[in-house]
């Protein structure tokens, strides 16, 4: 398979798209929620999708002011309800995703992850894939994570590769946005807030490379 010597790596978010621990973060922010009175749904949720931990907090209490030992207390709670459920519940890569690293890695294109989570090496160690990427960028790497586009920058820096040479996979509003104004190629996950992405996939499932190639090649 030849691959355009224009695209040499891969740029993953990991929460709903590597693996599915959106859905555990969902659900640790909806125990916390219900526990203080908090109104919270499924769809309110989907706005904290790739949004890091602190903004969450402020989308979720929509307005309602808490004071700072509070916010501290509420986000840790939150997540340790998140690592219990990673304990109970481990998390598995989602459908397609293995075979895509895989063929990606023979093809020569680099892998990096770059998730807006401090949790994402625990993640990818409970899933044994630490060693598939050449960069893990997680929410201690920049200041200023998604929607900003330094996290993205930062992963793309440490590959050595320019933004329009890498491809960022995405299943958040706020990652799509970030992986714009970056200057990459993105690839919308799933999601009705991805539609802004180059192309749109309605999941991981059949994400194979030859195929992705030939549509990211007619953009
Ligand atoms: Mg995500």
New binding site residues.
């Given amino acids: 398979m030849t691959v355009p010597a224009t695209i040499r790596a891969f740029i993953f978010?990991?929460?709903?798209?590597i693996t599915d621990t959106?859905e555990l973060q969902y659900r640790s922010w909806q125990r916390l929620a219900d526990e203080e009175g908090l109104p919270f749904t499924r769809q309110d949720n989907e706005a904290l999708?790739?949004v890091p931990r602190r903004e969450s907090l402020r989308r979720l209490l929509k307005g309602k002011v808490v004071d700072e030992d509070t916010a501290q207390a509420w986000m840790k709670r939150k997540n340790d309800y998140y690592l219990a459920l990673l304990d109970s519940d481990p998390p598995e890569m989602l459908p397609g995703i293995g075979e895509l690293l895989a063929e990606a890695s023979a093809a020569g294109i680099k892998r990096a992850v770059a998730?807006?989570s401090r949790n994402a090496f625990i993640v990818l160690q409970k899933l044994n894939a630490l060693d598939m990427f050449d960069v893990i960028a997680d929410a201690s790497s920049v200041v200023h994570s998604k929607p900003a586009p330094d996290l993205l920058l930062w992963t793309a820096g440490r590959l050595n590769v320019s933004p329009q040479s890498a491809v960022v996979f995405?299943?958040?509003e706020a990652?799509v946005q970030a992986a714009l104004v970056g200057g990459f190629r993105v690839i919308g996950i799933g999601n009705a807030g991805v539609d802004q992405a180059h192309i749109v996939l309605p999941n991981t499932e059949g994400l194979r490379l030859e195929a992705l190639l030939e549509r990211l090649n007619r953009l």
């Fill in positions: 978010d990991l929460d709903g798209v959106a999708r790739s998730s807006a995405e299943d958040a990652g």
